[in-house]
């Protein structure tokens, strides 16, 4: 798969991203998505997802034909018995129970069996001293941290490619579902418990997921994206995660981050190292490298940031964050700011 | 084939007449408040639910229409979340069931040789109840108010805390209030079966579409207590702050959904067994035989019914719970295919063994064939816990219940519109604009649901009042939405093809079919009676058999006449021997007090207004005493010894 | 209940002694006898939530503090409501016999023997009311919806047993020939009996096992 989606995760692209590539760049998203771009479960790149493919391709052709053996049977009636065809009396008892029963049965019996073999593979859990994710589902966002990480990240998920992962899955409110298809069939987050599930990716690049159990007023933008990197890259990144948000280097960014610290935004939010310790909303220390804003409601850009700030509620009407009161005048730089913590 | 016995000259014309005396309505407003004719309640039940079909297919229109592009404005998300929230309750709980038992309401009685249902002024209160309902769900929506969690409305989102407003509480307490009728219609049709079927039609020579009632009704005796119990636990968590779904008081979210789907699971049933029930009724009109197997399809009926109730946790492969009650539950759905393939089988073998007469009843029955075998298809791979965990929740799974709810009920609904409709209304539908309205709703339906296999599979989720253009669902999306409007304009010529019979059709013979059942051996429309002669039955295919209708006729005795009053027979329970004349009772206005105390009582609980409700239960009560209080005796017709 | 005159009538004519006279029961004995199905089913679903929320819950049942249930006023309970179906066996013969007094007496009897299980509910919620409610947590929920809905059955049984009694003192209501109300009041009355039982054993009893 080659989406562009896939380019954005990379880090060495990233550092030399030019600002006004990405409309362009969702255009072209647009387009590849007529020509295989979705997070089709049918084009897996997981080892969980990949076995259900298997599963639903066989299903696919028993389907075909055994739908195929109704239709010929529909057509031959529909052919051969109007008109002047002559009722026969019979009562084709064996007819109907081997057409109808018996075969239906082995067929039945045998793609159980198959089932089950392919239940028992999603429910291999990964090792013991495996990798592992804590997500927690909230309305609507997805928080993200690591066994080894003292921070956290929000609707983006990174793994190792090739590893298995394990997924540890906890609601804030109400039922979520996690979901990659590409990657690993759902699991729900069940309030009042633990769920786990894992993924492993079979090639690097980026998996769109989303929240597959309805949530509330913003349950359509409730998505997220798992990167799978290699090791390297991602032992990189899991280092920033751990490590203080990057500082301002600029004025501009300076009389942002006072403008964040002094503002509301200090209230619900996070960026780690500074003192700003708000838990309502996302941790924002590593908001600039994200691949999107709300979970997947608008792309990360400028122009998006700056109008989610002043009223997200027009973005994803019904989200926790109140329109700011922020100056016009100091928004570029709180933007400026917010768009350096990468 | 047939005879019409309103001609036969076995019944005098003074029979004739004081039947018509004991039984008629006069055409008043006073009759149309106090009616206890299961014929008018059946046709009453028909153009309710039909009425709240349209509200709910508008609802699944505008949902379309803000699909059809991604990031639309066309509602708010919130709008859309009571819209879609509304269809699909509305669907399944105002439309599809009591359709069912609008069909069951005005055949059962004539497909048995019945003069009336079991428990007439019962039948009248359950429709009272189910419209009352119906408006007072649908009445919410205008206010913003309307239920909003989705039609099965997992805990905790449907709790206080989560979503305040009434939005639940309209849900819980609607759902409680339309219970009283779908309990009391099915308690009905069981007793109307067991205990009124004319003499001779022993348990096998009833007809398949009664089977299928009846099972129905037994599901729903037992499946409905768990919606009920969890409606009420919803309702005292939501208003009295119980902490039955609440886990920071010990209660349990997972609880909702076990008790839900014991219900809901028998519920797909409850929708889906008597529509094939109408087709195997329609079937023997246009093959020109009996159905093939009928032992074997009333077998498969009987083991639905129980299997049904083994099934539900099908419906939570993706909540974590142990792999060895997934196998278990796996194995029970993977079963349950079985009996409906062999009710398709035999349909198959009836049409290929018989001599097709293609009228527009045969083509909603060709289209269920088609539509409903592509859901059993889907259906059979959601029992397969692994794929069921891909693709529940997304739109491959609203592709698949679409298939199985529209081609395995709504079709043959039609196809029993499109049947009956001379019967209920003795006239004659237009064929051309039957023909019509059958290629753009199946076309309309396939357009529609086909790609959401698609876009399900490519991952999108259900639910979502709008989706982004990456994914790169749009095209697909746009396709169904066309869809949906050919399938709207398909069931707009329906409803244009019932009016126009009724306004312009040609007058309807008896028999204009020259069917297999009962139904067809009397006048169209019936007499308020509906039989002159009780038949007394000799074969599984009555109306076809010469011996029934000598029964009706030459053959037709006093004690089956039953003219000196508003009386019809009961016969025993399985071999239908006839016991004794019973007096039927007369129109009433107590069912409409009782159902309109109701709907104070509930209405006055969503609106906290609790002494309303006190007062409304006493009314209750008083109406139900004075209903059921036994009129005054003489000792000696009694039987006092002291 | 049915027209045992035209019956003995039936009965003795010529079709009749050469076939087997059918006894089948009538239309409202089934609607009864389905109506108390449903609302077994509905108890079922109650009593099975309980022991659903008890073992999700954990191994401290009742939870937080609550003492286990004390068993002497609902063995008193139970003392007062089973037997008190007697009575209405009792007068369910009589009048089949024709016998009214024998039906007033055993209907006035339940009447009774139900009013003071009403009446022990009340002390018991009165005892239980101190320590937890319906909104403590879980277990008072449970505890307060489940016995609370059995309060309201007997309540409602009371009431069909106490309009019985009224059509009965009234006269020209019920005799040898026509007690079928009384026979469908019996069974819903057998049935709230029945229920307690399995309501002693879930709430009562099987938090001390």
């Known amino acids: 798969m080659k989406t562009t989606a896939e380019t954005t995760s990379r880090p060495a692209w990233r550092q030399r991203r030019p600002r006004s590539v990405l409309p362009l760049l969702y255009g072209l998203l647009l387009l ?70 018996g075969l239906p049965f082995i067929i039945l019996v045998a793609v159980y069996g198959v089932g089950l073999r392919d239940l028992a593979a999603l429910g291999a859990s990964p090792g013991r001293d495996a990798l592992t994710v804590e997500v927690t589902g909230h309305k609507w966002w997805w928080e993200v941290r690591y066994a080894g990480a003292s921070g956290a990240t929000a609707n983006e998920i990174h793994i190792p490619v090739g590893e298995r992962v394990r997924v540890r899955l906890r609601t804030d409110d109400v039922l979520h579902s996690f979901w990659v298809p590409q990657l690993m069939p759902k699991t729900d987050l069940i309030a009042g418990e633990t769920r786990e599930t894992w993924l492993e990716a079979r090639r690097d690049g980026s998996y769109r997921g989303q929240c597959a159990e309805y949530c509330g007023t913003q349950h359509a933008h409730m998505a997220f994206l798992v990167v799978a990197e290699p090791r390297a890259d991602f032992d990189a990144w899991l280092a920033r995660l751990d490590a203080p948000a990057r500082a301002p280097r600029t004025e501009a960014e300076r009389r942002g981050q006072q403008t964040f610290a002094q503002g509301t935004c200090a209230a619900c939010h996070t960026v780690r190292g500074t003192g700003v310790q708000g838990r309502v909303g996302p941790d924002l220390s590593n908001v600039g490298s994200r691949w999107s804003i709300g979970a997947g409601a608008v792309p990360n850009d400028a122009g998006h940031l700056g109008g989610w700030i002043a009223n997200s509620q027009t973005v994803k009407p019904g989200n926790a964050m109140p329109p700011q009161p922020v100056d016009a005048a100091r928004l570029p730089d ?3 700011y917010l768009r350096s913590l990468e | 084939m047939s005879t019409t016995t309103s001609t036969a000259p076995a019944v005098g014309r003074d029979d004739l007449a004081r039947l018509a005396e004991h039984w008629a309505e006069p055409r008043s407003l006073r009759s149309w408040f106090t009616t206890v004719d299961h014929k008018r309640i059946g046709r009453r039940y028909l153009v309710t639910a039909a009425f709240f079909f349209v509200l709910a297919g508008l609802s699944a229109l505008v949902m379309r229409t803000q699909l059809a592009r991604p990031e639309s404005g066309v509602v708010s998300p919130q709008e859309y979340n009571q819209l879609f929230t509304m269809h699909g309750t509305a669907m399944i709980f105002l439309f599809a069931t009591p359709m069912l038992f609008g069909f069951g309401n005005f055949l059962v009685p004539l497909m048995i040789g019945s003069r009336d249902m079991a428990f007439p002024r019962l039948n009248a209160f359950g429709y009272w109840v189910f419209l009352f309902a119906g408006l007072f769900m649908w009445a919410s929506l205008p206010f913003g108010a309307a239920p909003n969690n989705g039609w099965f409305a997992y805990a905790p989102l449907n709790q206080v805390q989560h979503n305040p407003g009434l939005h639940m509480d309209v849900y819980a307490l609607g759902l409680l209030f339309l219970g009283i009728s779908t309990t009391s219609g ?94 195997s009724a329609v079937l023997p009109a246009f093959t020109r035989r009996g159905v093939v197997a009928y032992s074997l399809i009333v077998l498969s009926i009987v083991a639905i019914a129980i299997i049904s109730f083994g099934v539900w946790v099908h419906h939570m492969f993706a909540t974590g719970l142990p792999q060895l009650s997934y196998s278990f539950f796996s194995a029970a759905s993977t079963v349950i295919t079985i009996p409906s393939g062999i009710q398709i089988f035999a349909w198959l073998a009836t049409m290929l063994l018989g001599r097709l007469v293609s009228r527009v009843p045969l083509l909603f029955v060709i289209g269920f064939i088609v539509t409903f075998v592509l859901g059993g298809f889907t259906g059979a791979m959601f ?38 409709l001379p019967k209920i209304t003795g006239r004659m539908y237009h064929e051309g604009l039957g023909r019509w309205a059958f290629w753009l709703a199946f076309t309309g339906m396939h357009v529609t649901f086909f790609p959401m296999h698609l876009t399900g599979l490519f991952g999108m989720p259900r639910r979502v ?166 009129p005054r005796r003489p000792d000696e017709e009694l039987g006092v010894a002291s | 209940m049915t027209d045992r005159g035209g019956v003995v009538a039936a009965a003795t004519g010529v079709a009749a002694l050469t076939t087997e006279e059918p006894v089948g029961r009538p239309t409202g004995w089934w609607g009864m006898v389905l109506f108390v199905a449903t609302e077994a089913t509905l108890f079922a679903c109650l009593l099975g939530s309980y022991f659903y929320l008890r073992f999700q819950f954990g191994p401290q049942w009742p939870p937080g503090g609550v003492d286990k249930p004390k068993l002497l006023i609902p063995l008193l309970m139970t003392a007062v409501l089973v037997p008190s179906s007697l009575p209405v066996i009792w007068a369910e013969h009589g009048i089949r016999r024709g016998r009214r007094g024998r039906l007033r007496a055993g209907l006035a009897a339940t009447l009774v023997l139900g009013l003071g299980f009403l009446a022990l509910l009340a002390v018991e919620y009165a005892e239980n009311l101190k320590h937890f409610t319906m909104t403590t947590d879980v277990y008072g929920s449970l505890f307060y919806l489940i016995t609370g809905f059995h309060g309201l059955h007997v309540l409602v049984g009371l009431t069909m047993i106490g309009w019985l009694l009224a059509a009965s003192l009234r006269g020209g209501s019920f005799g040898s020939h026509r007690h079928e109300r009384v026979r469908n009041a019996a069974i819903y009355w057998h049935f709230v009996d029945t229920v307690w039982v399995a309501i002693l054993f879930t709430i009562y009893l099987s938090p001390r096992l």
């Open chain 1, 32 to 101: 590849a998505g007529c020509s295989g771009g979705s997070p089709s479960a049918l084009n897996p790149a997981g080892t969980g997802a990949a076995r259900v493919s298997g599963l639903w391709w066989l299903l696919f052709w028993i389907s075909v034909a055994v739908f195929a053996e109704v239709m010929a049977l529909l057509a031959w009636a529909l052919v051969f018995r109007r008109g002047a065809a002559r009722v026969r009396h019979g009562q084709p008892l064996r007819f109907v129970t081997i057409a109808g029963a």
């Open chain 1, 334 to 336: 709180l933007i400026t």
């Open chain 2, 186 to 279: 099915a308690i009905n049709f069981i007793v109307t079966a067991l205990k009124l079927r004319a003499p001779g039609m022993s348990l096998n020579r009833v007809p398949l579409f009664v089977w299928a009632i009846v099972a129905t009704a037994f599901m729903v005796i037992f499946a409905l207590p768990a919606l009920n119990a969890d409606n009420a636990m919803l309702f005292f968590d939501r208003r009295f702050g119980t902490h039955f779904f609440d886990p920071s008081g010990g209660g349990n979210v997972l609880l909702w959904q076990h008790l839900f789907w014991i219900f809901g699971h028998p519920d797909v049933y409850i929708i889906v067994l008597p529509a094939l029930g109408i087709v």
């Open chain 2, 383 to 420: 029992a397969l816990t692994a794929f069921d965990q891909q693709v529940t929740d997304s739109y491959f799974v609203v592709a698949h219940f679409h298939y199985v709810l529209i081609g395995g009920a709504v079709f043959p609904m039609l196809a029993g519109i499109y049947y009956w």
């Open chain 2, 465 to 630: 009042y709008t989706y982004r253009s990456e994914p790169g669902w749009d095209g697909w999306n746009l396709v169904s939405t066309v869809g949906s409007y050919l399938l709207a304009l398909g069931l707009l010529l329906v409803l244009v093809g019932v009016v126009h019979a009724v306004r312009r059709g040609r007058p309807a013979p008896a028999d204009p079919w020259e069917g297999d059942s009962l139904e067809w051996s009397t006048a169209s429309p019936p007499e308020p009676y509906n039989f002159p002669v009780i038949p007394r039955v000799r074969s599984l295919h009555p109306t076809w058999d010469a011996r029934t209708a000598e029964s009706t006729t030459t053959g037709a005795t006093a004690d089956r006449v039953l003219s000196d009053g508003r009386r019809t027979l009961f016969t025993s329970e399985l071999d239908a021997r006839t016991e004794r004349a019973v007096a039927m009772p007369e129109p009433s206005y107590k069912p409409l007090v009782l159902a309109g105390a109701l709907l104070v009582f509930f209405t006055a609980m969503l609106l906290a207004a609790y002494p309303i409700a006190v007062v409304a239960v006493l009314v209750v009560a008083a109406t139900i005493a004075a209903w059921l209080w036994p």
